[in-house]
């Protein structure tokens, strides 16, 4: 009868669990300071205009009262954001990047775009917590509250957990605290 052997990969002790929510909680204050720095000498820049990206820029716009510009490839959404009463720009070339403060769209398409933008470029959840916009029916910031707020909780969980899982529940934790979505 053959078996399978698994190899189980080592738990974190709580205190590294706590230092890798320290380690992206403190990435994301270094961070949040050269963005708030960047918003505020450059215009505002949203790539994409998709579901997620349509409600960001409606939520700036009304949060903060800053103009948003909407790149989008689709003329189609571009079309759209200027009915949304937007303005657009229809190019975008890493050159343009310097002139902009660009909020790349959301989920796994912010890898491609910031290699479009190469500089000058944040993360939506960045935008949504620095800007203090909804995401979803939260505020950005609450996730990385909750974490700090209830860490012993969260280890029990991650203790739980198959060893298998173990590290990428860390990696969202990292993500939800630090907005970096290189985490996962």
């Known amino acids: 009868?053959?078996?399978?052997?698994?190899?189980?990969?080592?738990?974190?002790?709580?205190?590294?669990?706590?230092q890798a929510i320290?380690?992206?909680?403190?990435?994301?204050?270094?961070?949040?300071e050269n963005l708030q720095n960047l918003i505020s000498s450059k215009p505002l820049l949203l790539f994409g205009f998709g579901g997620?990206?349509?409600?960001?820029?409606?939520?700036?716009r009304q949060i903060t009262g800053k103009d948003v510009v909407v790149f989008d490839?689709?003329?189609?959404?571009?079309?759209?954001?200027?009915?949304?009463?937007?303005?657009?720009?229809d190019k975008f070339s890493p050159s343009d990047s310097a002139h902009w403060a660009?909020?790349?769209?959301a989920c796994q398409a912010q890898f491609e775009q910031r290699a479009a933008v190469q500089q000058n470029f944040i993360f939506y959840q960045e935008a949504a917590n620095l800007l203090n916009a909804p995401h979803l029916a939260h505020l950005s910031?609450?996730?990385g509250a909750?974490?700090?707020?209830?860490l012993e909780d969260l280890y029990?969980?991650?203790?739980?957990?198959?060893?298998?899982?173990?590290?990428?529940?860390?990696?969202?934790?990292?993500f939800r605290v630090s907005g970096d979505p290189t985490h996962l």
């Open 102 to 105: 660009t909020i790349l769209g």
């Open 73 to 89: 490839n689709s003329a189609t959404k571009r079309e759209a954001a200027v009915q949304q009463g937007f303005k657009t720009v």
């Open 146 to 150: 909750y974490i700090s707020n209830h």
């Open 141 to 143: 910031k609450d996730f």
């Open 52 to 60: 997620k990206g349509h409600m960001l820029a409606h939520q700036i």
């Open 22 to 32: 320290a380690d992206a909680s403190a990435a994301w204050q270094k961070r949040k």
């Open 156 to 174: 029990k969980t991650y203790l739980a957990l198959h060893s298998g899982s173990q590290e990428c529940f860390v990696q969202v934790l990292c």
């Open 1 to 18: 009868m053959n078996s399978v052997v698994s190899k189980k990969t080592p738990c974190l002790t709580f205190a590294a669990f706590c």
